[in-house]
């Protein structure tokens, strides 16, 4: 039986494009899940793992989607290969048990792990050199400027908490948050 996995790494990505491929390679069962491929207890992949059995193929857009490292692809890719289910992965081709097959996936996953590490690297540069800026602020950047939050809370005098929302789309909690910081800055 042709089994597909696709996963994406948060919430917000879509599957829809990993599962239009599994299906145009006709995969007759597909698994899929929004959790970080840095995890080796996905659930859903680990119910795949559990039902594949001799003869089975497994089927994913590209190798990243079953790990994450060397160490974790090999691991996986060799105890199906053990259990004599093919793998393919699309961007790729059919990874086979024999030495040319390893060589070749050994070589792949590296290259996919150091691109990886590159990212995190490039990511954790690029915050470094952001913490040096004065307005630097940890997580999500805010969805109002400081001048329309100003213009909002100044409108409190006059207006209620319901009426400045509705006047500038600022929410409630953000302006009784904003306004406690103003007033403690004072």
């Known amino acids: 039986m042709k089994y597909g996995y696709a996963r994406v790494s948060t919430v917000s990505q879509g599957l829809e494009s990993q599962l239009q491929s599994l299906k145009s390679e006709g995969c007759e069962v597909i698994y899929s899940e929004k959790f970080t491929g840095t995890k080796t207890d996905r659930p859903e992949f680990q119910k795949l793992l559990q039902i594949l059995v001799e003869g089975d193929t497994l089927v994913v857009t590209k190798l990243d989607r079953l790990a994450r490292n060397t160490r974790e692809g ?61 307005d630097f602020r940890e997580g999500r950047p805010r969805k109002f400027s400081k001048k329309q939050i100003e213009h909002a809370l100044d409108l409190l005098d006059t207006y209620s908490y319901t009426e400045v929302e509705r006047m500038t789309g600022v929410s409630k909690s953000t302006l009784t948050r904003r306004n406690r910081e103003r007033k403690g800055s004072q």
């Open 74 to 134: 090999i691991d996986i890719i060799e105890d199906l290969f053990v259990k004599g289910v093919k793998v393919h992965v699309l961007n790729v081709g059919l990874l086979e048990n024999t030495t040319m097959g390893r060589f070749f996936l050994q070589t792949l996953l590296a290259v996919a792990e150091m691109e990886r590490n590159i990212i995190i690297e490039r990511t954790q540069e690029g915050k470094a050199i952001a913490k040096q800026r004065d």
